[in-house]
């Protein structure tokens, strides 16, 4: 069963929501790694590797107003500030584990925040949004292009005729995937807080060109064990061409493409494609 769901509420569930919910619980464990089913982990890594995009996005909601979607939320990094910030938000997120931790989070702090569990290859909200943002790789995780049209068709029937939809992802580097990838590199040193251990966090890519999909291995050393974790995540890499074309074929129209956070152009060197886009007139 396709759609949506609040994963919290005091209403009491119908035997259909609780269909609908386990059907997306068992969804999200084939399609997830592991890393989101943890969220005090992912919390951890993030304090420490989150991109500096939030200003931008301040920005982009400051320009656009609301109602706010974002897709892939997290723990809600993005959603709760942006909330924090006076915005109204709905953010949208697949793993059960880490939606309860975002709606922990802004009970906390009192934040009236829409969290709903749902797949953004098909989810129905019955709204459109004057943004609708796609974060930190979050299209990265739609491996097959059946998967990608699903998305942008769900994406399309959320936006308002005047609204927004930005993406965030990664430029590939070809000097990089050509260089031995699968080379185990030391990314991350850090001491876990909840071990009172030192952690040595290392990252190899096994890249098949012919599909674009990099399977990631996290290799974590703790207390000097090697291999004491062992997590993979396998995401889809868009070269800039493509990623264009995909838009514009799903009915989009590219408004501005930015190579980083602080809006500077995008071009062969950049980092990253922050592609900003409203629907084809």
């Not at 999200?28 to 790694?33: D, G, I």
């Not at 993030?46 to 974002?70: C, F, V």
């Not at 071990?195 to 990252?203: H, K």
């Amino acid at each position: 069963m396709d759609g949506s769901i609040p994963p919290v509420t005091d209403a009491p569930t119908t035997p259909a929501a609780e269909d609908a919910e386990r059907a997306l619980a068992a969804r999200a464990r084939e399609l997830l790694p592991a890393l989101y089913f943890d969220p005090v982990q992912y919390d951890l890594l993030a304090q420490m590797t989150a991109p500096r995009d939030l200003p931008m996005y301040e920005a982009l909601a400051a320009r656009h107003g609301g109602p706010i979607l974002e897709l892939g939320a997290g723990t809600g990094r993005i959603t709760i500030a942006l909330a924090r910030a006076g915005h109204e938000v709905v953010g949208l997120e697949l793993s059960g584990p880490m939606l309860a931790a975002a709606h922990a989070k802004a009970s906390a702090e009192g934040l009236d925040v829409t969290l709903a569990l749902g797949d953004l290859r098909a989810f129905d909200l019955g709204r459109r949004f004057a943004l609708v943002l796609v974060p930190f790789n979050t299209l990265n995780h739609l491996l097959d292009d059946d998967s990608l049209a699903r998305a942008l068709d769900a994406i399309a029937r959320h936006l308002a005729d005047d609204g927004r939809l930005v993406v965030d992802t990664f430029q590939p580097s070809p000097a990089f995937l050509g260089d031995a990838p699968e080379r185990r590199r030391p990314i991350l040193r850090y001491r876990d807080p909840y071990l009172d251990r030192e952690v040595v966090l290392s990252e190899e890519h096994h890249y098949d060109p012919a599909t674009q999909l990099d399977r990631i291995v996290w290799s974590y050393a703790v207390g000097g064990v090697e291999d004491a974790r062992v997590e993979e995540l396998t995401m889809r890499l868009f070269f800039p061409r493509e990623l264009d074309a995909w838009l514009a074929h799903a009915g989009y129209a590219l408004e501005a493409k930015h190579g980083d956070y602080d809006g500077r152009p995008f071009d062969a060197r950049s980092p990253k494609q922050i592609v900003i886009a409203r629907r084809a007139r």
